[in-house]
């Protein structure tokens, strides 16, 4: 905004001198279960309709799968072919524990690998990804080799399907995921504000013990800036057939809010800047 120097120091005042990432994780160790798996799917299910295919007859892979929340809730729910993906090892193995744990280990596996490396071979029925699209690099190359694992066709006609949910968007009104960082909310900070200043209190001030990234993209957990329409885009080159696309539908709870996000995501312009969480499932053509 005014440049990298003066940025800095105007945010500075606004940034908490500590934050407590590390312990969150821990605590986020502490509380997975498979009751919380259940609640964050079936809140990712009532955002899509209600329209997640359970069946047991499928294969499913979840991409960038974390800890294993979305696919534990899925064997759970009597899934017996189910996959999960991550390139972060402790992630994996904190997600093979709690399978263990619940004696659901014949119906989910859980492997380290990066989602670039996905073999070409077209192996599933359903793919999904939560809350990784925005993170991962190359996002056009990553559908791309997402609808190279999808099978032609499926159990009950028609071709894979893919089920996405992810952001805030970099570009939304709260996409530089550095929100609890700073004592209040500041909107559009990654459009507004200089990026060396923003990587400056983060090597400072943010997760004093992880990385020492000088770009958004090169911190540990990666964001790749990626656009609302260029996703569009890539959507339409690989020529995936949409039957939900539902964006901030957190909005839902205040109807006249939701209709004017509605009306102003209509406008190429502005929807880069307002689309901040999507919801879509596409079918294979």
């Known amino acids: ?13 606004f940034a908490h001198d500590r934050h407590p990432e590390a ?3 821990r605590q986020l160790e502490r509380n997975l279960s498979i009751e919380s798996a259940a609640a964050r799917f079936e ?6 309709d209600n329209e997640i295919p359970i069946d047991p007859a499928m294969r499913y892979l979840e991409v960038g799968c974390g800890m294993g929340e979305m696919s534990l809730a899925l064997a759970q729910r009597g899934c017996r072919h189910v996959t999960g993906l991550d390139k972060d090892a402790y992630y994996i193995e904190i997600a093979k524990r ?6 659901l280990q014949d119906n989910v596996t859980f492997e380290c690998m990066n ?9 599933y029925d359903i793919v999904l990804s939560h809350e990784m699209l925005e993170h991962v690099e190359r996002p056009g190359d990553h559908l791309r080799r997402i609808d190279g694992v999808l099978k ?19 570009h939304s009104p709260f996409g530089v995921h550095m929100n609890r960082f700073f004592r209040f909310r500041i909107p559009w900070m990654g459009v507004l504000f200089s990026e060396d200043a923003l990587m400056r209190l983060r090597r400072e001030f943010w997760r004093p013990v992880a990385d020492e990234a000088e770009s958004f993209e090169d911190t540990r957990e990666g964001l790749n800036k990626m656009k609302f329409s260029e996703f569009l885009r890539y959507v339409e080159e690989i020529g995936w057939r949409t039957e939900r696309l539902i964006v901030n539908p957190q909005l839902k709870r205040w109807p006249a ?28 053509p």
């Open 1 to 13: 905004m005014f440049g990298k120097t003066i940025d800095y120091r105007l945010l500075r005042l």
């Open 257 to 284: 809010l939701w209709r004017l996000s509605n009306l102003l995501l209509r406008v190429p312009f502005l929807r880069d800047y307002l689309a901040a969480s999507v919801y879509a499932i596409y079918r294979r």
């Open 152 to 170: 032609s066709s499926v159990v009950g006609g028609g071709g894979g399907v893919i089920i996405l949910a992810f952001g805030p968007l970099f």
């Open 43 to 48: 809140k990712w299910n009532r955002r899509l």
């Open 23 to 25: 312990e969150e994780l």
């Open 98 to 103: 709690c399978a263990r744990k619940r004696q």
């Open 115 to 123: 989602v670039h490396d996905l073999p070409n071979e077209k192996a």
